[in-house]
């Protein structure tokens, strides 16, 4: 019971006062069924939208089915009982069923749209769906780029939007500010959009000011989303090209929207791969956002292009030589009150070479609370150095974090960077990259080690990467890349399943180093 409780006393104590407030109501108090919620209108105003499609098919028509796909997890319904509270593929699967991203399909007929929408309306108005404010928003800003694009009858149209304005109504009275972080920033957009499309004064100030300081809050200085998830960087981006376009010019957020696309572009620039994909930091996965080459599309046709900052803190640092490129996560815990996507993997990194994946991040399959989440936010399942397979920072519960490292920068270079950090007590982890010609060198080395400890590096590569054990020190990954390892008391190749997407394993390697001396040096070089 006590260690649970210290534990527990550990994640709450960066909690900000709002969100302790908020968790507080939100468990006293329920929100009643969306007809509670109904207001008139009467007029609405027209938005601009770029084109933007359906990130993957998520709806498949049949003569007498609806098949959906989502996080790589199918289910059929009969058009006659398709089951909007259906949770058989966890919760994550139910939100993204509610989200009505079909919408933006168009292979999908209007009317069999429409339909759709109405049914899910007609769950939500009656109570039969509990209203959530995450999937609400989602679900508006779809909804109102599906109704501003297409003419509805009158009689379908005028339901629609009663349905609707329901809706944001409801959400502009459930703001997320027990989460936070980007569940808050979605309820803005949302929030915005709605309020704009009703032409509401009222909804039009106050969504304006929670929009405008949660972009400050949540952008930070070199243009990073403070979650520090590539991911939800592309997914937040969007949001904010979108918002600058259907903005009206008469609004002072547009401009200041614009500038924040701007940094933004370029973060997500510096950290996409030649390949186009992205490190698995943080939650980060395949085919969920629009890709970085999409999104630069769209902004590109907005007149937004990017503004260079520099890398910095966001806590990522870029190392390049010879055909390598290496990115590190040398930062803790960020934000502190928010560390939902955060995993325990402090001086992890990634590397290519020659636009090809060599040593990735596992990645993610789940947030479903299981041993694998756990498994897939711990140190262990990153690439850097564990002591007695703890985790550098308490992950737990499948988006806790208690106790975090605290990481101290001694050099930070284009060419060199040193730092530790204390996520394992006394016995301080200090890693050092230094990128010298054709080469990359990376030293571990352990303070005020405790005699009897165990000290573990690992590698994970990518599944296209077999490799091969030379001799007591060398590993060769390709038949040009190799690895030297000094220091070490032994080491092996091991099997783990590297994520390629929610749901989606597939069978890789990864180079298991025990040491217990203080230090090992890892050499990554050329060898023709």
Not at 211 to 231: C, F, I, N, R, V
Not at 289 to 311: D, E, V
Request: glycine content about 4%.
């Amino acid at each position: 019971m006590l260690p649970k409780l210290s534990l527990l006393f550990r994640t709450l104590i960066h909690l900000k006062p709002i969100q302790a407030i908020y968790q507080v109501k939100n468990r006293l108090f329920k929100s009643g069924p969306l007809s509670s919620f109904q207001v008139a209108f009467t007029k609405i105003q027209k938005l601009d939208f770029f084109q933007a499609p359906a990130v993957n098919t998520f709806l498949r028509v049949n003569p007498d089915q609806f098949h959906f796909e989502f996080l790589n997890l199918s289910q059929t319904y009969s058009k006659s009982s398709l089951d909007w509270n259906d949770q058989s593929h966890g919760k994550l699967w139910n939100y993204n069923l509610q989200y009505l991203d079909f919408l933006k399909q168009d292979d999908v007929p209007i009317k069999i749209k429409t339909d759709i929408l109405k049914d899910i309306y007609a769950w939500l108005w009656a109570g039969r769906l509990p209203l959530e404010p995450y999937p609400a928003s989602l679900r508006i800003m779809n909804m109102i780029r599906f109704l501003n694009e297409n003419e509805l009858d009158s009689e379908d149209g005028n339901l629609v939007k009663t349905y609707l304005i329901a809706e944001i109504n409801y959400l502009s009275k459930n703001l997320e500010f027990h989460l936070l972080a980007n569940h808050l920033l979605e309820n803005a957009f949302a929030f915005w959009m709605g309020a704009l499309y009703f032409n509401n004064e009222a909804w039009i100030n106050k969504a304006g000011k929670l929009l405008e300081s949660e972009l400050k809050e949540q952008t930070l200085s070199d243009g990073a989303h403070y979650e520090l998830s590539p991911m939800y960087h592309q997914i937040i981006l969007f949001r904010v090209i979108e918002a600058y376009v259907l903005t009206p010019a008469k609004f002072g957020i547009k401009n200041k929207l614009k500038l924040i696309a701007e940094k933004m572009l370029w973060w997500m620039d510096q950290m996409t791969f030649q390949n186009g994909s992205l490190p698995h930091f943080n939650d980060t996965t395949e085919q969920i956002s629009y890709s970085s080459i999409q999104l630069k599309k769209f902004a590109s046709s907005a007149g937004i292009f990017s503004r260079k900052t520099g890398l910095k803190e966001s806590g990522y640092r870029i190392f390049e030589t010879g055909g390598f490129k290496l990115i590190a996560d040398v930062e803790g815990i960020k934000p502190s009150y928010q560390p939902g996507h955060a995993h325990a993997d402090t001086f992890s990194f990634v590397l290519h070479y020659d636009h090809q994946p060599l040593i990735v991040d596992p990645g993610i399959s789940t947030y479903n609370i299981s041993s694998r989440r756990d498994w897939e936010r711990s140190t262990i399942a990153h690439n850097t150095v564990t002591i007695d397979e703890r985790n550098s920072s308490q992950v737990w519960a499948g988006f806790r974090v208690g106790k975090r490292a605290n990481v101290k920068i001694q050099v930070d270079e284009k060419d060199h960077f040193l730092g530790f950090h204390t996520g394992f007590g006394n016995q301080l982890h200090q890693r050092e990259f230094r990128i010298l010609d054709d080469e990359i060198s990376i030293l571990d080395h352990i303070k005020n080690p405790i005699l009897g400890s165990k000290f573990e590096a690992r590698f994970y590569f990518h599944p296209m990467i077999t490799p091969e054990i030379i001799d007591n020190e060398v590993i060769a990954l390709t038949e040009k890349i190799k690895m030297r390892i000094i220091g070490h008391k032994q080491f092996s190749i091991e099997v783990y399943d590297y994520c390629m997407g929610f749901n989606s394993l597939a069978p890789s390697k990864y180079l298991k180093v025990i040491f217990q001396s203080e230090a090992i040096s890892t050499t990554i070089f050329i060898q023709e």
